[in-house]
């Protein structure tokens, strides 16, 4: 069954660098996200991205943030300075129209900024 | 805006016990319903969805009725399993105006053998 990979698994990182999150979404479908889920408290939306641009992000997206498609099959999302409180498992997800509205999640990317 | 709101947890039951979650949502369209869960460890998994009311989505044993006059979609299943030991996360989509999921806070749910 096709599903939604992220690498890495789990990344610590200092305060301050930058951070590229990974994601091959399943490869038809169209619209992409990003979400997290800070330890122990609800899965937060961060952004959707379709037809190569932001369609929305959430007010916790904001300029330390950025998300690309850089070719056919990569999704990513980088924190350009990354705070304490950026820690948080870090989920991509996709969706295409045929699927009607289900998403699929990838396993999750583990950050912890130290 | 558009919420989900999920029963207050933990939630601790024995091995065969009848489970129910519950789920309300508020939302201005007409969304889809889903429930995810969350193993130890492991990242989102679709349980079960209903994408309009009086649907039933079940899967595992769980089940789920979309109730539009109650804004609800219940979680249930009839005899629980130590492996279902897992955080239970209810969520609303729309696709009119802002097309993602919204989730409810989670309940996390331990069954003792």
């Known amino acids: 069954e096709p599903e939604v990979t992220q690498t890495p698994s789990h990344q610590v990182t200092q305060m301050g660098q930058e951070v590229i999150l990974r994601c091959v979404p399943i490869?038809?479908?169209?619209?992409f996200y990003w979400y997290r889920q800070i330890l122990g408290q609800k899965v937060e939306f961060l952004v959707s991205?379709?037809?190569?641009?932001?369609?929305?992000k959430s007010e916790i997206f904001d300029d330390q943030f950025s998300v690309e498609r850089p070719d056919g099959s990569n999704f990513t999302l980088k924190i350009r300075s990354t705070k304490l409180e950026d820690s948080a498992m870090y989920f991509c997800?996709?969706?295409?129209?045929?699927?009607?509205?289900?998403?699929?999640f990838g396993e999750g990317s583990w950050l912890t900024v130290v | 805006g558009d919420s989900v709101t999920q029963m207050e947890g933990p939630v601790t039951l024995s091995e065969e016990a009848f489970l129910t979650i519950n789920c309300t949502y508020t939302?201005?369209?007409?969304?889809?319903l889903f429930w995810y869960v969350q193993y130890p460890g492991e990242g989102l998994q679709l349980l079960l969805k209903?994408?309009?009311?009086?649907d039933k989505g079940s899967n595992k044993g769980f089940e789920a009725t979309y109730r539009k006059e109650t804004t609800s979609f219940h979680l249930e299943k009839g005899s629980v399993q130590v492996s279902d030991s897992a955080v239970y996360f209810c969520?609303?989509?729309?696709?009119?105006?802002?097309?993602?999921?919204?989730f409810g806070q989670g309940t996390r749910l331990t069954i003792n053998p």
């Open positions: 997800a996709s969706r295409d129209t045929s699927s009607g509205n289900t998403i699929y």
């Open positions: 490869s038809n479908h169209l619209y």
């Open positions: 991205f379709y037809n190569n641009e932001i369609s929305e």
């Open positions: 939302a201005t369209g007409y969304p889809s």
């Open positions: 209903a994408t309009k009311a009086d």
């Open positions: 969520a609303l989509y729309l696709l009119q105006g802002a097309q993602k999921l919204v």
